[in-house]
Nanobody, 124 residues
């Protein structure tokens, strides 16, 4: 069982930045790819970004390319999501998840062990 705890969400004005963190409770963290997803009120959960187990390959949703950066620190069992140039449409609950197959794709069915989420609100 892997436990994930997200943090770093909050309220920010459009154009601002936030950095989300996701801490994992497993000693095998470095074996897994990791992903970030988000869900806005009334909408389906959508893929944001993913990173391979060594951090050598990333994948981003088109809506966040050039603005968001995913990274990881395996020594700290933590994956990050740096979010810049935030827009009101980025408002959502953000979740991290474990990609046990290391596919780094956008299909949430390929992810197990989800965190509880952290709220990001971007005001206009």
């Amino acid at each position: 069982q892997v436990q994930l705890v997200e943090s770093g969400g909050g309220l920010v004005q459009a154009g601002g930045s936030l950095r989300l963190s996701c801490a994992a409770s497993t000693r095998t963290f470095s074996s897994y790819a990791m992903g970030w997803f988000r869900q806005a009120p009334g909408k389906e959960r959508e893929f944001v970004a993913a990173i391979t187990w060594l951090g050598r390959k990333n994948n981003y949703a088109d809506s966040v390319k050039g603005r968001f950066t995913i990274s990881r620190d395996n020594a700290k069992n933590t994956v990050y999501l740096q979010m810049n140039s935030l827009k009101p449409e980025d408002t959502a609950v953000y979740y991290c998840a474990v990609d046990v197959n290391n596919f780094v794709r956008g299909d949430d069915r390929e992810y197990e062990y989800w965190g509880q989420g952290t709220q990001v609100t971007v005001s206009s």
